[in-house]
């Protein structure tokens, strides 16, 4: 791998790893938070909330943002932007503040996260583009699991303004290496094949998704209330002028390569079921080891402790058998092993078995993300990777809010948390019908004949 790989790779690792933990350093804080600035629980939701809805509703235009003007500009920007921000939230004076800053370190988040992928996505050939999305997924659960720790670390050490320090100094570090190193394969960008930006369609998915974000992270706390209802009305109604109008624009957000292949389609599908039934499956399983097993919180992260080891391992072991098993198979044992995993769970009644229910869920998951990613990523032309990449964040946006507000609705018609999971593993089930819609093999002939098709050559 060349140094200018490198570079690509590490900076694409680093910042995916800097948003994963500040999304879960955070949770560990915001109970200090709280009490330090008088704030109330709903206004400190807020500081979530605020974050999510913004990221969301932004992250398919910062795609095409980068596929237009350059990812490495555009995550030059981001992450900079996302430092001096953090900053500022450490130095915040009131929780209003600090809702205000979160929303606006997501705009940055947002100009992040696609980047992210389309610098791989530029940087390396369709070939070689597994074990580079394998180790940001690596990367991403070694944040996840060490989140929990390090926030509780930080808090009680330094108070919860440290967790917000905490990433000024690798995005500035980031932001610095990606203004002065410029990699052969991120070529400048040009106005080819680019017309205009399509903005009302920006705002009309952005609409879309911040009404259903909305909506869904309101259902553990309020449950499905009239403003619910009215937000998720809202979201159709914006989700379906959104599909009136990509068909008859010149130049839509969502280009015919993208919207229109049924390989990236079936894996974003594949992708929100996965995402929605493991962290629906987190939430429920935090009541059913504390509640029901009388584990404490320490307990609780060690009983949970093999699913982010077999999330780490499993991701790179996912890219040798996408490269030797092609996408689809590749995928549907990800997904089995994903059900598997959380059919365990819901018979679990000691700690091996809550540990082994852990490890299927792990490794299910890592491999499922790694394959529906690189699908996503592989099989659309480089001029529309940032679209692509947003989607896909999109996608890992959603899905977690959807399986949370799905055990949380579950659990309040039946007999408790614990009922919802057999559900959730159907969910993943009726993924594998989706996964039947992924390529057999890597069909990067296809891939480069699009390319060459609707940018006059490739760009990576």
């Given at each position: 791998?060349?140094?200018?790989?490198?570079?690509?790779?590490?900076?694409?690792?680093?910042?995916?790893?800097?948003?994963?933990?500040?999304?879960?350093?955070?949770?560990?804080?915001?109970?200090?938070?709280?009490?330090?600035?008088?704030?109330?629980?709903?206004?400190?939701?807020?500081?979530?909330?605020?974050?999510?809805?913004?990221?969301?509703?932004?992250?398919?235009?910062?795609?095409?943002?980068?596929?237009?003007?350059?990812?490495?500009?555009?995550?030059?920007?981001?992450?900079?932007?996302?430092?001096?921000?953090?900053?500022?939230?450490?130095?915040?004076?009131?929780?209003?503040?600090?809702?205000?800053?979160?929303?606006?370190?997501?705009?940055?988040?947002?100009?992040?996260?696609?980047?992210?992928?389309?610098?791989?996505?530029a940087a390396f050939p369709p070939d070689r583009l597994g074990m580079p999305i394998a180790l940001r997924t690596s990367a991403i659960g070694v944040a996840a699991a060490a989140g929990p720790l390090v926030g509780g670390v930080l808090v009680t050490q330094l108070g919860w303004r440290a967790?917000?320090?905490?990433?000024?100094?690798?995005?500035?570090?980031?932001?610095?290496?990606?203004?002065?190193?410029?990699?052969?394969?991120?070529?400048?960008?040009?106005?080819?094949?680019?017309?205009?930006?399509?903005?009302?369609?920006?705002?009309?998915?952005?609409?879309?998704?911040?009404?259903?974000?909305?909506?869904?992270?309101?259902?553990?706390?309020?449950?499905?209330?009239?403003?619910?209802?009215?937000?998720?009305?809202?979201?159709?109604g914006a989700g379906l002028l959104l599909l009136r109008h990509e068909r008859r624009t010149a130049d839509p957000l969502l280009p015919y390569d993208v919207l229109g292949s049924v390989a990236v389609g079936a894996a974003l599908g594949v992708l929100v079921a996965a995402s929605a039934a493991?962290?629906?499956?987190?939430?429920?399983?935090?009541?059913?080891?504390?509640?029901?097993?009388?584990?404490?919180?320490?307990?609780?992260?060690?009983?949970?402790?093999?699913?982010?080891?077999?999330?780490?391992?499993?991701?790179?072991?996912?890219?040798?058998?996408?490269?030797?098993?092609?996408?689809?198979?590749?995928?549907?044992?990800?997904?089995?092993?994903?059900?598997?995993?959380?059919?365990?769970?819901?018979?679990?009644?000691?700690?091996?078995?809550?540990?082994?229910?852990?490890?299927?869920?792990?490794?299910?998951?890592?491999?499922?993300?790694?394959?529906?990613?690189?699908?996503?990523?592989?099989?659309?032309?480089?001029?529309?990777?940032?679209?692509?990449?947003?989607?896909?964040?999109?996608?890992?946006?959603?899905?977690?809010?959807?399986?949370?507000?799905?055990?949380?609705?579950?659990?309040?018609?039946?007999?408790?948390?614990?009922?919802?999971?057999?559900?959730?593993?159907?969910?993943?089930?009726?993924?594998?019908?989706?996964?039947?819609?992924?390529?057999?093999?890597?069909?990067?002939?296809?891939?480069?004949?699009?390319?060459?098709?609707?940018?006059?050559?490739?760009?990576?």
């Amino acid at each position: 791998m060349s140094a200018h790989r490198r570079v690509v790779l590490a900076s694409s690792v680093i910042g995916a790893v800097v948003v994963a933990l500040d999304g879960t350093v955070l949770t560990i804080a915001q109970p200090t938070l709280q009490r330090d600035l008088h704030a109330s629980f709903a206004e400190v939701q807020w500081t979530s909330t605020a974050y999510l809805i913004a990221v969301a509703s932004l992250l398919v235009f910062a795609g095409r943002l980068g596929d237009r003007y350059g990812h490495q500009r555009l995550f030059t920007i981001g992450v900079l932007g996302f430092g001096a921000v953090s900053a500022g939230i450490g130095f915040a004076s009131g929780v209003g503040w600090v809702i205000g800053l979160r929303a606006l370190q997501g705009v940055f988040g947002a100009l992040l996260q696609p980047a992210t992928l389309g610098m791989l996505r530029a940087a390396f050939p369709p070939d070689r583009l597994g074990m580079p999305i394998a180790l940001r997924t690596s990367a991403i659960g070694v944040a996840a699991a060490a989140g929990p720790l390090v926030g509780g670390v930080l808090v009680t050490q330094l108070g919860w303004r440290a967790v917000f320090f905490l990433n000024v100094v690798p995005a500035l570090v980031l932001g610095v290496l990606a203004s002065v190193v410029r990699a052969p394969g991120l070529r400048r960008p040009t106005e080819t094949g680019h017309g205009r930006l399509d903005l009302p369609g920006a705002a009309l998915l952005a609409i879309c998704l911040a009404c259903l974000v909305h909506a869904l992270v309101g259902v553990p706390e309020h449950g499905w209330t009239p403003s619910v209802m009215s937000a998720l009305t809202a979201a159709t109604g914006a989700g379906l002028l959104l599909l009136r109008h990509e068909r008859r624009t010149a130049d839509p957000l969502l280009p015919y390569d993208v919207l229109g292949s049924v390989a990236v389609g079936a894996a974003l599908g594949v992708l929100v079921a996965a995402s929605a039934a493991m962290f629906g499956t987190l939430f429920v399983a935090s009541y059913v080891l504390q509640d029901e097993l009388g584990m404490d919180p320490l307990r609780t992260s060690l009983a949970a402790l093999p699913g982010g080891v077999a999330m780490v391992l499993g991701a790179p072991s996912a890219a040798v058998l996408l490269r030797r098993c092609g996408p689809r198979r590749t995928t549907v044992t990800g997904l089995v092993l994903l059900a598997l995993g959380v059919s365990v769970l819901f018979r679990a009644a000691g700690a091996v078995w809550v540990g082994g229910g852990f490890l299927l869920l792990g490794a299910g998951f890592a491999t499922v993300m790694v394959t529906a990613t690189a699908v996503v990523v592989r099989q659309v032309p480089a001029g529309s990777a940032g679209v692509a990449g947003g989607l896909q964040q999109t996608a890992m946006n959603v899905g977690p809010v959807l399986g949370v507000a799905t055990a949380t609705t579950l659990a309040t018609v039946t007999d408790g948390p614990r009922t919802a999971l057999p559900v959730l593993a159907g969910v993943v089930l009726l993924a594998v019908l989706a996964a039947r819609k992924l390529p057999v093999v890597d069909d990067r002939g296809a891939t480069s004949a699009r390319s060459l098709r609707h940018h006059g050559g490739l760009r990576a």
